[in-house]
């Protein structure tokens, strides 16, 4: 997984987003939303949080909920959002974003006593994943509010992975993950009062995170050498295997997790967020708590219509986003009302439901997460959560012969044996999904019709933009060209299967070399102007169908479903198209996890 996540709409909405680890198993990813881009399952809650992967996940690498961050990610994702089934599906957006959170810019020292304190305290409890960006952000946002109570919270974090038995551990986001988790964790150990300062820098350079615990630690004026001895030897392994016991014990598995007083958390994720949370938990509130200012009133417009059913259910997203504007006032309008219509024709909507709000949205103290997926609809600023019900073309097939109707899911042609699956080619979710397809090509080898199809956004002709940054746009290329030129026996996943052993590697012509491909064929495409129209026009069918979770599988092109291994990706084939033998054949199915289980997965995006 790259070094620095997109925070889908979920996390940076204050929605609650996460980044989990299934056990053992699953999720899927997102791409970064572009100029007209979903929160997409980025809203799933506030508290968003990153799945955490397991020992069996590849790369030892994570509508119901959108906004989850509109906080954490927010927006959103952590919004870890499920709207609607896969349209609100996603992972991460670049750390820089993520925390961007109101009154977490300059902090500085963190000294948990800072302020000593006899009376009760509050306990509270995070467990998180130390790169990931909605464990990062929830860490940076909560540490002002440390030094200001000081004393009376007695705050612990403990961190997120699989511990292999062996002295050796897995994490979502590879080795370095694991790494930082240790320096935290010997930081906490020989610097207990100042420990937060520590990983607070840390967390703002993510990127660097193993590598800069150390200047972090100088520049906290902590015991260098005492961490340093624990983070190298066996102390520090020791310190991570009691932690990640602490965190099995209360089954979290998403960063972050949050417990206040033993009770899970799902409320805003901005520094205010947690000090207000925080404040009410007191029975005799300290001086700090006594004069919180009142939440900023915002306004917002949530037009849905009935016909659409459970996919335009905004009720979920509602009460992530008032997580993050506590003093969010919802009006709510059905299109077939004549000011629902009205709202419609005046936002320019082209589909349901929306999240329409006034321009009081700016003061709110969500704004910071949720901005970047805001965009202008009339009077108002639409949010863009992964909206797909074309109250026009999906209300009836009537209209389906029209050209603005064309392409829309409810109107387009079933195929029989056909699966295409869209991806981002460095979104570790993506690449489980090609890496299963193996087998499934194997098993069904005569019997599909199989596509590649990559999520992107072209922000201008010619200039593209992809949940991973630049690297991703080129890979998402060079595997076109492979697609277009070794198409045949589906030749070009030998080049994709090779790649994704090591897909940050920019050394990519062994893989079409290796594999009996002309190398120089592959980069005069990829780097020239057909590359750029292969994927130009190959985005084009996750943007008419509003696909933004990577991976997502649709199955004779008319229903979608997520799976990150084989078993996950049978079943999806085979609820459409029965009878086939490869539907009877015992394909993979991860460790622990049944083969129903086993569909869902994770994603990026």
């Known amino acids: 997984m790259a070094e620095e996540e997109k925070i889908t709409a979920e996390a940076n909405a204050g929605v609650v987003k996460e980044e989990s680890r299934k056990p053992k198993a699953t999720r899927r990813a997102r ?13 799933k809650r506030e508290a968003a949080r990153e799945p955490r992967k397991s020992k069996d996940d590849i790369m030892g690498v994570s509508k119901d909920t959108l906004l989850s961050v509109l906080l954490a990610l927010a927006i959103l994702a952590s919004f870890y959002f499920f709207f609607q089934a896969n349209n609100l599906r996603g992972e991460v957006d670049s750390l820089k974003r993520l925390i961007g959170s109101p009154g977490t810019t300059g902090s ?19 467990y998180v994943m130390s790169k990931c960006p909605y464990g990062v952000q929830v860490l940076i946002a909560v540490a002002p509010v440390l030094k200001q109570l000081g004393s009376s919270v ?45 990983v607070e820098c840390m967390s703002k350079d993510v990127g660097n995170i193993p590598a800069n615990w150390q200047s972090c630690a100088q520049q906290a004026g902590v015991d260098v050498q005492s961490i340093k001895t624990c983070y190298e030897g066996a102390e520090g392994k020791n310190l991570l295997s009691a932690s990640i016991v602490k965190t099995n014990s209360v089954g979290a598995t998403g960063s972050p997790t949050i417990y206040l007083n033993g009770q899970s958390y799902n409320g805003g994720r901005a520094t205010n967020d947690f000090l207000r949370a925080i404040c009410s938990a007191f029975n005799t509130k300290p001086d700090v708590c006594k004069n919180l200012p009142a939440p900023v009133k915002v306004n917002v417009v949530a037009l849905s219509d009935t016909r659409c059913g459970a996919d335009c259910d905004l009720t979920n997203l509602i009460s992530q986003l008032k997580s993050l504007f506590p003093g969010l006032t919802v009006q709510q309008l059905d299109y077939s009302s004549t000011e629902g219509k009205s709202v419609y024709d005046n936002a320019n909507l082209t589909a349901l439901p929306a999240l329409l709000f006034k321009d009081d949205v700016q003061k709110g103290e969500g704004y910071a997460n949720v901005q970047r997926y805001l965009e202008p609809a009339g009077q108002y600023m639409s949010l863009r959560i992964g909206a797909a019900w074309d109250p026009y073309c999906d209300a009836t097939a009537e209209h389906c012969s029209e050209a603005k109707c064309n392409g829309r899911m409810s109107c387009r042609p079933e195929v029989p044996k056909k699966l295409d699956v869209f991806v981002m080619s460095q979104c570790p979710y993506g690449i489980q999904a090609l890496d299963a397809m193996k087998e499934i090509l194997q098993v069904f080898k005569g019997q599909m019709n199989f596509s590649v199809n990559y999520i992107a956004s072209e922000t201008s002709p010619g200039v593209f933009d992809s949940l991973h940054g630049a690297g991703e746009v080129a890979e998402d290329i060079r595997e076109l060209c492979a697609i277009k030129y070794y198409s045949q026996d589906y030749k070009f996943m030998d080049y994709i299967l090779c790649r994704n052993k090591n897909i ?42 509003n696909i933004g979770g990577s991976p997502t599988f649709l199955v004779n092109n008319k229903k979608t479903f997520n799976a990150i291994n084989a078993a996950g990706i049978q079943s999806g084939f085979c609820g459409s198209n029965t009878g086939l033998s490869g539907c009877s054949a015992t394909v993979a199915t991860p460790a622990g996890a049944s083969a129903t289980a086993a569909g869902s997965g994770g994603s990026c995006g």
């Open 31 to 43: 791409r970064k939303p572009k100029a007209k881009r979903t929160v997409k399952r980025e809203v």
């Open 108 to 126: 500085t020292g963190t000294t948990l006593t800072t302020i000593p304190y006899s009376g009760e305290r509050v306990k509270l409890d995070f």
């Open 154 to 198: 007695d705050f612990s974090a403990n961190y997120i992975a699989d511990d292999n038995g062996d002295e050796t551990f897995s994490s979502l986001h590879g080795d370095t993950e694991v790494q930082g988790d240790i320096a935290g964790l010997c930081a906490k150990k020989y610097a207990p009062t100042k420990y937060m300062d520590v």
């Open 504 to 545: 940050q590697s920019t050394a990519w012509e062994s893989c079409a070399t290796d594999n009996g491909m002309d190398a120089a064929k592959i980069k005069t495409c990829s780097e020239g102007a057909e590359g750029k129209q292969l994927l130009s026009e190959n985005i084009k069918a996750a943007d008419q169908l």
